[in-house]
């Protein structure tokens, strides 16, 4: 137990070493000084902080006198264009910090503190370095990152006590010999530099154990590198390599290795010799296949193998028992190897975006558990394939879509005009021979459902987008086609969609023909134009990277201020995923009718059969699933009530062959997969199992109807209703639709016609809230004294309502005079499309955060204790412009940090929600607080990447 703990320990130590440089800190305890007001006795400080003072010289009194045994000073964050002469006579200093300051150059007096141990000059403007710099010898600790350094000067290398030395992201075109001569040298960052080679003399830094050698565009590494015996940590991502020498696997102490965006295309054998290799990343190249004899890296703990072309995995790599981070993502593989979970020690494990079948995709998302649920029980119960694809049918209000559904699933008699009543679901046998079934959902196209919709649009099902040729022009192309498109795009990009143009019996054949080619013309445009958004984003990513940091960091209006370069490469792959991913668009226009004469549905049918069949497009289709779990499928399908007990639904395991303890697994793939509803995540819901769907899905339509008379209608079935109760419900009525309230003896005679008993109703408004469709404004603790009213709230409804206090939002007292605050607000730009019913939803995730909220339809205030907070939704009025929602809060700048711990759970939630739109493009960027002050229309933007820091220094930027 003790050499495995040491073991976890040292991963994560080789960890830390591989994601982040070692900046130079002291941990001593001291004197830190913001206000600048000096004590009186400085003689007893042995560390003095005096960071983030926009000094430009050291304040009076701060002499070698009176800081006698000063042995550390901290003057990062300041404006010093030069060394402040007071610091020559400090010669006692051990620790010198001038991070982030302007310095241009450094004089040769800085050979006076002969005593220094650690000195930090990053992200400043050095262009060249004094050779007096050689005369520290007692120097173990350099920090030169994020400068301008184009040489070194000769005396460098007599710095020989160096043990940790910082390049940096300089100007370095060549290795310099100086460094060679640093035997002591332990860690070495070199990245970021411009050198496309490495000397051949580089093993005499014998000592170096960490080596950083980002980004350099190295295209090989010679082969005297592998002579680098005491190295443990190398970093060799972003080059430019396609092998690595036949010698590497001499690097024998080596325990992370990271050669992530390389040009790899066959593994490297070499890398199977080191037998002490903890940490292995390669990420990003082309690799097809992983060797069997991966297994000989047996102490391996992170493997990180995502987008590469991988098609499967060796069998053997189930002997990596101590992994603990595997990523895969973004593959080939379809077929996982048996025995998965003997990887039990995974935590972290990302697996999408591979065309998984066995197993199927929905397991392996949920994790390694699963996986190995799942083939155990394949290996007790038979394997079936029961081909089954969920169809979609969607568009505009009166596209045609449930005359075209219900021609589909075999109603081929002549059909009156249909008008759908909201979300339907239908099985079609397809294929009889082949067993073929499509379960055909039904999309309301009327927006009153755009809230749901969303729920029910999922990777590896086939859409079809139904346009009415009666109704289209070239002008309505965003709102009857466009529109579709973004939204498919963004919820699951990569999708396959075949636009169906319906109603061909109203138009002439010239007529039909023109409008499809219009149709074809326009997506293509669409298409175009927004990827040369998404490609003029990257460019300009790849930009800012090719360019020096200071050049993003000096300035507030330079492209990508502040934002780091792994942060500028995490938006690079984020967008480049998006362009990897548009949708699957099938060509060309499929032409029907829904009358008498059935133009080409048979066409529809035989295109709809070859898609779906093709292995390549929806290897979903022919996912093998344990027989007993399809056999549980089968089963709560029979019962038609609106929910099942887990006991319930554990008696119909029993009969599928699945005892309790295998029956959570085959529950949370049934669910992953829409097949029913089961929330292991619920302390309530976890209960019970939703089996019915097509009763949900009634109740769902039930409250999104928007129609006055149909819900007065259900309110007033019963007969002895008299005309003062007829009145009330009236007025209930039109509260709902006004302000989205509805008290709870309301819902239940809405609901009358769907549930039974009390527990019924109070599961279906527990899941509503699950779904982020309502919440209840009052939830009572305990049963109700006197009677009083549970009430419930659907913002979806909000329709004129404005909130209250207004002043307050703008930073304002009752009499009009500004208060003494800053502004603090966090917004979301979303250039091509606002996710419907996201506003909403939201809504109601937040409301276990804020008290005391008054919601208006684009806009909620709130408090986070007793800290105010408005969440805004501003709709576009120009296609030019995006939509935004902004999160802003306010607070004096001493106390600006309860702002900030006011809005990021806030944050949070917001960036839980947009998770279930992957292939969703948006931006976030922290609005600048002296902007919002004078009440500026056009406020300069921060990037996210400010955010992150959630510091009073983001706060108060651009003043």
């Known amino acids: 137990m003790a050499e495995s703990a040491g073991s976890v320990k040292t991963v994560k130590v080789w960890r830390e070493a591989a994601l982040r440089c070692r900046k130079l800190r002291s941990n001593l305890r001291g004197l830190s000084l913001s206000g600048l007001r000096l004590p009186d006795n400085l003689g007893q400080v042995h560390v003095l902080n005096l960071a983030n003072n926009s000094l430009q010289e050291l304040p009076e009194g701060l002499d070698a006198g009176s800081l006698a045994n000063l042995r550390a000073l901290i003057l990062r964050r300041n404006r010093f264009c030069h060394l402040p002469p007071p610091l020559w006579a400090l010669g006692q200093l051990d620790e010198l910090d001038l991070a982030h300051n302007c310095l241009g150059q450094l ?174 990343y390669l990420s990003r190249n082309g690799l097809s296949a992983i060797p069997p004899k991966i297994s000989n890296l047996g102490k391996l703990a992170a493997l990180w193998l995502d987008n590469n072309k991988v098609r499967y995995l060796p069998d053997s790599i189930v002997e990596l028992v101590d992994l603990e981070e595997l990523v895969l993502q973004g593959n080939q593989i379809a077929i996982l190897p048996d025995s998965f979970g003997k990887l039990s020690k995974v935590s972290l494990w990302k697996i999408k975006d591979n065309p998984l079948i066995q197993p199927p995709y929905e397991v392996c998302m949920k994790g390694i558990p699963y996986i190995a649920a799942y083939q155990k029980e394949l290996a007790l119960s038979q394997p079936a394939v029961k081909p089954r694809l969920k169809l979609v049918l969607m568009g505009s209000k009166c596209a045609g879509k449930t005359s075209l559904r219900r021609c589909l699933v075999g109603n081929m008699s002549s059909l009156p005009a249909i008008h759908g009543k909201g ?35 999922s990777p590896g099902a086939l859409y079809v987008l139904v346009v009415s040729l009666k109704a289209y022009a070239s002008d309505r192309f965003y709102e009857l086609v466009g529109y579709f498109l973004h939204l498919l795009g963004a919820r699951v990009p990569h999708g396959v969609v075949c636009v169906v143009g319906a109603h061909v019996d109203q138009c002439n054949e010239k007529e039909v023909e023109e409008k499809c080619l219009d149709i074809h013309h326009q997506i293509a445009l669409q298409e175009k134009r927004d990827v040369e958004v998404m490609q003029a984003v990257a460019e300009k990513v790849d930009g800012v990277l090719g360019q020096e940091f200071d050049l993003r960091a000096t300035s507030p209006h330079a492209p990508f201020y502040g934002v780091s370069d792994k942060n500028l490469r995490r938006k690079k792959a984020q967008v480049q995923y998006l362009l990897n991913n548009r949708l699957q668009i099938l060509s060309p226009v499929i032409t029907v009718s829904c009358q008498e004469d059935h133009i080409g549905i048979n066409r529809l049918k035989d295109k709809l059969l070859s898609v779906a069949e093709h292995r390549e497009i929806f290897p979903n289709l022919h996912r093998v699933l344990p027989k007993s779990w399809q056999r549980l499928e089968e089963l709560h399908y029979k019962p038609q009530e609106l929910w099942l007990s887990w006991w319930d639904s554990a008696r119909l395991g029993l009969q599928a062959g699945l005892t309790e303890d295998r029956l959570q697994s085959a529950l949370s793939y049934l669910h992953e997969s829409g097949k029913l509803l089961y929330f292991e995540d619920s302390l309530t819901l976890k209960e019970c199992v939703f089996h019915n769907l097509t009763k949900l899905i009634d109740i769902l339509n039930v409250f999104f109807q928007r129609d006055a008379s149909v819900l007065l209608q259900k309110l007033l079935a019963d007969a002895n209703i008299d005309e003062l109760r007829a009145t009330q419900l009236h007025h209930y009525v039109e509260g709902f639709l006004l302000h989205g309230l509805l008290p709870l003896h309301i819902i239940r005679l809405l609901l009358k016609p769907h549930i039974k008993t009390q527990q019924d109703l109070h599961l279906i408004l527990e899941l509503l809230e699950k779904m982020g469709l309502c919440y209840c404004l009052n939830k009572p603790k305990i049963t109700p004294l006197n009677g009083a009213a549970v009430w419930f709230k659907f913002p979806c409804y909000v329709k004129n309502e404005v909130p209250h206090a207004e002043a307050w939002i703008n930073g304002s007292n009752l009499s009009g005079q500004p208060f003494a605050i800053e502004q603090l607000q ?63 809060s306010h607070a004096s700048l001493p106390n600006i940090w309860t702002a900030w711990q006011a809005i990021i759970p806030l944050v949070e939630e917001l960036n839980v929600l947009l998770q279930e739109w992957p292939g969703l493009y948006f931006t976030v960027h922290v609005l600048c607080s002296k902007c919002l002050k004078r009440g500026s229309s056009n406020p300069h933007t921060f990037p996210d990447n400010s955010l992150l820091k959630a510091s009073t220094h983001s706060a108060s930027l651009h003043r």
């Open 107 to 280: 004089r040769g007096e800085l050979a006076c503190l002969r005593r220094l141990r650690k000195l930090c000059l990053s992200h400043n403007q050095l262009r060249l370095l004094p050779p007096e710099l050689g005369q520290l010898g007692r120097l173990e600790e350099l920090d030169l990152s994020f400068n301008q350094l184009a040489q070194l000067p000769a005396t460098f290398g007599q710095l020989q006590g160096l043990r940790t030395l910082d390049l940096d992201h300089n100007r370095l075109t060549h290795f310099p010999p100086q460094l060679l001569q640093l035997g002591r040298l332990e860690e070495l960052d070199f990245s970021g530099n411009r050198v496309r080679a490495l000397p051949s003399e580089i093993p005499r830094l014998r000592s170096v154990k960490i080596l950083w050698l980002s980004g350099l565009q190295l295209p090989c590494l010679p082969d005297t590198f592998c002579r680098l015996g005491a190295l443990e940590s190398l970093m060799l991502d972003n080059n430019a390599l396609r092998s690595l020498p036949p010698s590497f696997g001499d690097l024998g102490r080596l325990k992370m290795i990271n050669l992530s965006s390389n040009r790899l295309e066959d593994f490297p054998a070499a890398l199977l010799q080191l037998a002490n290799l903890e940490e292995l």
């Open 826 to 888: 966090v917004e979301y730009s979303f250039p091509f499309l606002f996710p419907p019913g996201l506003f909403a939803r939201y809504s109601v995730q937040i409301n276990s955060h804020i008290v005391h909220r008054s919601d208006g339809k684009y806009q909620i205030f709130a408090y986070r204790g007793k800290v105010p907070v408005v969440i805004s939704y501003r709709p576009t009025q120009s296609s030019l412009q995006a939509d935004t929602l902004s999160i802003a």
């Open 423 to 457: 979300i339907e679901v239908t099985q079609w046998v397809a294929d009889v021979e082949k067993n073929l079934t499509f379960i055909v959902y039904d999309l309301a196209g009327d927006q009153n459902y755009d809230l749901i919709q969303p729920f029910f649009l």
